[in-house]
């Protein structure tokens, strides 16, 4: 079992940013590949980043590529997502998952684990 624990959301100014924290603790949290998703309101959730255990081999969503960077300290347990030039169509819940087979797939089925979202706001 795995427990994630987000953090860091908030209300921004378009062209801000804000840096996303995702505690994890379980058994096998420290070996598990790690993703970021978000959910606008009426639509699907959507991969946004992942990052693999050991080599921190990353992968970006393409509309995200250059704005978004994805990192994690394994002696902690934490996933960052830093998020910048915000825009608008940002604005989601964003959602921690881990993925104890380390595939840093973007399909939400390969992830096994999720936590309960924090609310990212991108005010205009």
């Known amino acids: 079992q795995v427990q994630l624990v987000e953090s860091g959301g908030g209300l921004v100014q378009a062209g801000g940013s804000l840096r996303l924290s995702c505690a994890a603790s379980?058994?096998?949290?420290?070996?598990?590949?790690m993703g970021w998703f978000r959910q606008a309101p009426g639509k699907e959730r959507e991969f946004v980043a992942a990052i693999s255990w050991r080599y921190h081999r990353t992968r970006y969503a393409d509309a995200e590529k250059g704005r978004f960077s994805i990192s994690r300290d394994n002696a902690k347990n934490t996933v960052y997502l830093q998020m910048n030039s915000l825009m608008p169509e940002d604005t989601a819940v964003y959602y921690c998952?881990?993925?104890?087979?380390?595939?840093?797939?973007?399909?939400?089925?390969?992830?096994?684990?999720w936590g309960q979202g924090t609310q990212v706001t991108v005010s205009s």
């Open positions: 998952a881990a993925d104890p087979r380390n595939s840093i797939a973007t399909m939400k089925s390969a992830y096994d684990y």
């Open positions: 379980g058994r096998t949290a420290s070996s598990s590949a």
